[in-house]
């Protein structure tokens, strides 16, 4: 018959209370037991000496014959000088899980592409600072005529083809797209 000394609850809800008892580990956990050798109250302050109570004698004779404590009452005996515990160290209880492990990596992802497409947005070139100087060039009064107005159109046009062909390259980034509905500003305001 194997045998176990472990804890039996007692006590009313919130109000635990525990034996210390001797029992066949096939035995219910409030169960039938073989022998009470202590118990133990939680309720107590650490240290009292009534939280822990044991009966060394007992306990010893039950080690003796080949009773398996559990875990807590490990602990209890060890306390009592009863049983040498080793202590038990779990270095992945810190890690995190898999899926905790997987959205971090996202978000890792997500950061590095995002700071990619401010640093492209960055590198390429301001379409915003040239806008007022184009603004600045046409409110300036010039005694231009019609058909000189006509020849600078296209290049204007010209100017603005590679500012489009940019753009769709950036528009991944919030920041590029928020320079382009700036240019479409600026231009609407120097054409009108």
Do not use: C, Q
């Amino acid at each position: 018959m194997a045998v176990a000394i472990r804890m039996s609850r007692g006590g009313s809800k919130k109000r635990p209370y525990y034996k210390i008892v001797v029992a066949d580990v096939r035995a219910p956990r409030d169960g039938k037991f073989i022998e009470r050798v202590g118990s133990y109250n939680p309720l107590l302050a650490k240290d009292d000496e009534k939280r822990v109570v044991l009966d060394a004698e007992r306990a010893k004779h039950w080690l003796d014959m080949g009773a398996k404590p559990s875990d807590r009452v490990a602990r209890f005996l060890d306390a009592a000088g009863l049983l040498k515990r080793e202590a038990r160290n779990n270095p992945n209880k810190a890690k995190p899980g898999e899926k905790a492990t997987e959205r971090l990596e996202e978000r890792a992802e997500k950061a590095a592409a995002a700071e990619e497409a401010a640093k492209e947005a960055a590198a390429a070139p301001a379409p915003v600072e040239e806008a007022p100087v184009e603004e600045a060039a046409a409110e300036t009064p010039t005694e231009e005529t019609p058909a000189a107005e006509a020849a600078a159109a296209p290049e204007a046009a010209a100017e603005e083809a590679p500012a489009a062909e940019a753009a769709p390259a950036a528009e991944e980034a919030p920041a590029a797209e928020a320079a382009a509905a700036e240019e479409a500003k600026a231009e609407d305001k120097a054409e009108g």
